[in-house]
């Protein structure tokens, strides 16, 4: 008798414990949580940029004039041959990794200086409501037709656009060698500015 009900529970707990896990399997999966997540990709694109004007742009002209003295054995007036009419606006920036900083050139590439005179040029330091690392001015310099740095080194930033932003350009006639004058003698001049790199 024993022996057989020995049998008995051998052979029916066999199959409890080969049935215990298929029971158990549905409460401990709804126990669980699952979660899913997808991966996206996507591409930040800055773009390298270099771009000067002058302000205000519909009048980006100006008229120095010397005046005659109004006694004699006096020199001609040029206190009032000078305008600071005029903005230089820019923006930049700069490809990842660069070092280099940015200046800006100008030259006169087209006309004549009248002969006996010279036409100086000076920017003042940054005004505005830009942002970032703006250039320094490289002080006076004689207008010529070889390229000469105004302002220097420039980095990623922008000055603001027109008037009261950016340098505000100081242009000046003055007098070298009266000898050489002719005042009949007038030029339009045309002045290029570059931005490039250091």
Same mark, same amino acid.
């Given at each position: 008798?024993?022996?057989?009900?020995?049998?008995? +529970?051998?052979?029916?707990?066999?199959?409890?414990?080969?049935?215990?896990?298929?029971?158990? /399997?549905?409460?401990? &999966?709804?126990?669980? %949580?699952?979660? %899913?997540?997808?991966?996206?990709?996507?591409?930040? !694109?800055?773009? @390298?940029?270099?771009?000067?004007?002058? @302000?205000?742009?519909?009048?980006?002209?100006?008229? =120095?004039?010397?005046?005659?003295?109004? @006694? $004699? /054995?006096?020199?001609?007036?040029?206190?009032?041959?000078?305008?600071?009419?005029?903005?230089?606006?820019?923006?930049?920036?700069? $490809? $990842?990794?660069?070092?280099?900083?940015?200046?800006?050139?100008? !030259?006169?590439?087209? #006309? @004549?200086?009248?002969?006996? $005179?010279? &036409?100086? =040029?000076?920017?003042?330091?940054?005004? /505005?409501? #830009?942002?970032?690392?703006?250039? !320094?001015?490289?002080?006076?310099?004689?207008?010529?037709?070889?390229?000469?740095?105004?302002?220097?080194?420039? /980095?990623?930033?922008?000055?603001?656009?027109?008037?009261?932003?950016?340098? !505000? =350009?100081?242009? %000046?006639?003055?007098?070298?060698?009266?000898?050489? +004058?002719?005042?009949?003698?007038?030029?339009?001049?045309? =002045?290029?500015?570059?931005?490039?790199?250091?």
């Amino acid at each position: 008798m024993m022996r057989t009900l020995t049998k008995w +529970l051998l052979r029916h707990c066999k199959w409890v414990w080969a049935v215990w896990p298929l029971l158990m /399997g549905p409460a401990e &999966i709804s126990g669980q %949580s699952f979660s %899913s997540r997808q991966l996206l990709n996507f591409t930040v !694109q800055i773009p @390298e940029i270099a771009l000067i004007d002058i @302000e205000p742009g519909g009048a980006a002209n100006i008229n =120095l004039t010397l005046s005659s003295p109004t @006694e $004699a /054995g006096r020199e001609m007036n040029t206190a009032i041959a000078s305008d600071n009419s005029l903005w230089l606006n820019y923006s930049s920036s700069l $490809a $990842a990794g660069r070092t280099t900083t940015r200046k800006v050139n100008v !030259q006169i590439s087209g #006309g @004549e200086v009248p002969a006996g $005179a010279s &036409i100086r =040029l000076s920017a003042s330091r940054y005004l /505005g409501s #830009g942002k970032g690392t703006f250039g !320094q001015p490289s002080g006076t310099i004689t207008l010529s037709n070889s390229p000469q740095t105004l302002i220097s080194g420039i /980095g990623g930033c922008f000055t603001g656009d027109g008037i009261n932003n950016g340098h !505000q =350009l100081n242009f %000046s006639l003055v007098v070298s060698d009266y000898s050489l +004058l002719d005042l009949a003698q007038s030029s339009t001049l045309r =002045l290029t500015y570059t931005i490039t790199d250091n």
